[in-house]
C-alpha cells in the first residue's frame, strides 16, 4: 500500500516547486573526466563558460570515476567545474559514473569527504551511481529490493552526517524509465523500481530531497548505440508514463540522460520523437526539475553521432546548431 507515502512525497513536491524551478531546467552531460584515468579531459572552465554562456545550458551533470577522487588533481578539476557553473547560477550533478553497486558503507564513505570541500547548497546535487549493476547481497537476492534497502542506507549515512543535497538515484536494469514501473502483480518478485518502492514502504529521506533519474535513448532497446530512433509509446519514449509513475508516488525526476542527434543536426527518424520530448518534458513540469543531454564535452571523436559540439576548434567561431538550442531548451 503506498498511499502514506504519497501523502507525504506530495508535501514535499511542493516544497520543490519553488518559483527558480517552475519550469524545468535543460542541462547537458560533459563527459571527459571518466575517459582517462589522469583526468586528463575533464571539463574546464571554458567549456562551462561555452556550454552556457553560449549555448544556454541551465544546468550540468558531470560524469566521474570513483577512483578518480582519490587523485588530487582531478578532484580539483572537477571542483573547479562546480564553481564555474555555481557562480553562473548553474547547478551541477556530480555523476559516480562506475556502473556498479558497492556496499552501502563505501558509498556513505565515498561521498563524505567530497561534500566537505564543496558548500552545502541548492546548487550540488550528487548521483549515486550511474547505471547501477553487479547487486551480489547473499540475502536479498532481488536486485531491486537490494537497491531500494542500500540506497535507504546511503541516504541515511549522508543525512546523519548534516548534509542535504538533493541525492539523485538510479536503479538497475540501466536506470531505463520503461523499467522504473512493470506494474508486476503480487504473486510476482519485483522486476522494477516503483515495485520495490511500493513493497518496502519508499525511499526514506527525512528532507525529501530525493530525486529518480532515469535515461532513456530512442534507438532499438534504448541502447544508445545507434543514432536511429524507432517509434515508441506516446511518441516521446514513454517519457508521459514514467512520469505519470513518479507522481503517482509523489516523486521528482531528473532525466538523467537522454540523446537525439548531434551538432550536425537530427536523423529524421528522430524529428517527430525530439520535439515530442521537449514537449512532454515542459509540459509534464510537476515532475521533471531537469533533463541532461548527452553527448557534451570536448573529447568526443568527431564520429560519434551524439556528439554536441561542433567541430573540434569551431565553436567559438561558428553559431550555435539548432540541434543544440533545442535540447537546451530553447
Same mark, same amino acid.
Given at each position: ?50 556550454? +552556457? ?16 577522487? %582519490? ?70 537476492? %532481488? ?8 540506497? %535507504? ?43 520495490? $518502492? ?12 530525493? $530525486? ?13 548505440? %545507434? ?50 520530448? +521537449? ?40 553559431? +550555435? ?10
Amino acid at each position: 500500500m503506498i498511499l502514506p507515502r504519497v501523502i507525504a512525497a506530495a508535501t514535499a513536491l511542493l516544497s520543490f516547486a519553488t518559483a527558480a524551478e517552475a519550469a524545468p531546467r535543460f542541462g547537458v552531460n560533459l563527459a571527459g573526466c571518466s575517459f582517462v584515468a589522469n583526468g586528463a579531459l575533464c571539463p574546464t572552465v571554458a567549456d562551462v563558460a561555452w556550454y +552556457v554562456d553560449k549555448a544556454g545550458f541551465r544546468s550540468i551533470r558531470l560524469p566521474f570515476n570513483g577512483s578518480q577522487m %582519490n587523485d588530487p588533481v582531478v578532484l580539483q578539476r572537477v571542483i573547479d567545474v562546480v564553481k564555474a557553473a555555481n557562480a553562473r547560477n548553474v547547478p551541477v550533478i556530480l555523476d559516480r559514473h562506475d556502473y556498479k553497486w558497492p556496499t552501502p558503507a563505501e558509498q556513505i564513505a565515498f561521498w563524505l569527504p567530497i561534500l566537505r570541500k564543496l558548500d552545502n547548497s541548492e546548487m550540488v546535487m550528487i548521483d549515486l551511481m550511474n547505471e547501477p549493476r553487479f547487486f551480489t547481497d547473499p540475502v536479498v537476492t %532481488n536486485d531491486w529490493m537490494q537497491w531500494v534497502r542500500d540506497t %535507504n542506507q546511503i541516504v541515511a549515512g549522508i543525512r546523519n552526517a548534516g548534509f542535504k543535497h538533493r541525492i539523485l538515484v538510479e536503479w538497475p536494469q540501466w536506470s531505463a524509465s520503461f523499467r522504473f514501473d512493470k506494474n508486476e502483480p503480487a504473486s510476482r518478485d519485483c522486476e522494477s523500481a516503483a515495485c520495490a $518502492i511500493d513493497r518496502s514502504g519508499g525511499l526514506i529521506d527525512p528532507l525529501n530531497r530525493i $530525486i529518480l533519474s532515469p535515461h532513456r535513448y530512442f534507438d532499438t532497446g534504448s541502447s544508445g548505440t %545507434n543514432a536511429e530512433c524507432v517509434s515508441e509509446p506516446a511518441g516521446d519514449g514513454g517519457l508521459k508514463i514514467f512520469a505519470a509513475a513518479a507522481r503517482k508516488r509523489g516523486y521528482r525526476a531528473i532525466l538523467g540522460e537522454y540523446a537525439l542527434g548531434s551538432s550536425k543536426g537530427l536523423p529524421a527518424s528522430c524529428t517527430a520523437i525530439a520535439a515530442n520530448v +521537449v514537449k512532454s518534458i515542459k509540459t509534464d513540469s510537476d515532475v521533471w526539475l531537469d533533463a541532461m543531454a548527452w553527448g557534451g564535452g570536448r573529447a568526443w571523436t568527431e564520429s560519434y553521432f551524439f556528439k554536441i559540439e561542433p567541430t573540434k576548434g569551431t565553436r567559438e567561431s561558428v553559431p +550555435v546548431a539548432a540541434y543544440t538550442k533545442m535540447i537546451a531548451g530553447q
